[in-house]
T-cell receptor
Framework: NAGVTQTPKFQVLKTGQSMTLQCAQDMNHEYMSWYRQDPGMGLRLIHYSVGAGITDQGEVPNGYNVSRSTTEDFPLRLLSAAPSQTSVYFC?????????????????FGPGTRLTVL | AQSVTQLDSHVSVSEGTPVLLRCNYSSSYSPSLFWYVQHPNKGLQLLLKYTSAATLVKGINGFEAEFKKSETSFHLTKPSAHMSDAAEYFCVVSGLNNAGNMLTFGGGTRLMVKP
């Protein structure tokens, strides 16, 4: 059971280049999310998915696309990289909230991808 | 809308002394609250979580937190700091936004432990 895996661990891009950050989980979790971590700002939600074929925007979605064709995979695409997208990116997964609401499961985080855009 | 404020961006303690990391939250729902720890260049690890059961929650590595609804606080404590506790700590509130399981993070508190 590998948990949540992310590739690559490090990436350097030039402004305007595109790339895809990969995320996979083997826990059969329905919920998956992408966050970016910037100093002093904690983690901010980029996009999330509540199941295969369903995605939605988080707090900072501009410049990023996602898709969810399978339960296991949730790739994040940078369409045209900008220096403002230099950050550490974390993927996370979780089961859905417990029945009855009001109680939410923890999210399991991948090890992160450190992205630098020059 | 929900938000989390970690009141100290940096906390420095001596090894063997108590740790207090402060967190205040706001939420329109009955929240679930979490503390995560991040060691340098590592991912995030769950320390503990509150999900409307006991208000005093015990976590890993001797940490615990108390949920105080009247004060909208969820402070993290440990009786005796260890060098290995040096890390960044995040207070997190979880709640529904549309159909999602949304996490809102505080800005983080960096804990330094002096020998």
């Amino acid at each position: 059971n590998a948990g949540v895996t992310q590739t690559p661990k490090f990436q350097v891009l030039k402004t305007g280049q595109s790339m895809t950050l990969q995320c996979a989980q083997d826990m059969n979790h329905e919920y998956m999310s992408w966050y970016r971590q910037d100093p002093g700002m904690g983690l901010r939600l980029i996009h999330y998915s509540v199941g295969a074929g369903i995605t939605d925007q988080g707090e900072v979605p501009n410049g990023y696309n996602v898709s969810r064709s399978t339960t296991e995979d949730f790739p994040l695409r940078l369409l045209s990289a900008a220096p403002s997208q230099t950050s550490v990116y974390f993927c996370a997964s979780s089961p859905p909230p417990l029945v009855g609401g009001g109680s939410y499961n923890e999210q399991f985080f991948g090890p992160g991808t450190r992205l630098t855009v020059l | 809308a929900q938000s989390v404020t970690q009141l100290d961006s940096h906390v420095s303690v001596s090894e063997g002394t108590p740790v207090l990391l402060r967190c205040n939250y706001s939420s329109s729902y009955s929240p679930s609250l979490f503390w995560y720890v991040q060691h340098p260049n590592k991912g995030l690890q769950l320390l503990l979580k509150y999900t409307s059961a006991a208000t005093l929650v015990k976590g890993i590595n001797g940490f615990e937190a108390e949920f105080k609804k009247s004060e909208t606080s969820f402070h993290l404590t440990k009786p005796s700091a260890h060098m290995s506790d040096a890390a960044e700590y995040f207070c997190v509130v979880s709640g529904l936004n549309n159909a999602g399981n949304m996490l809102t993070f505080g800005g983080g508190t960096r804990l330094m432990v002096k020998p």
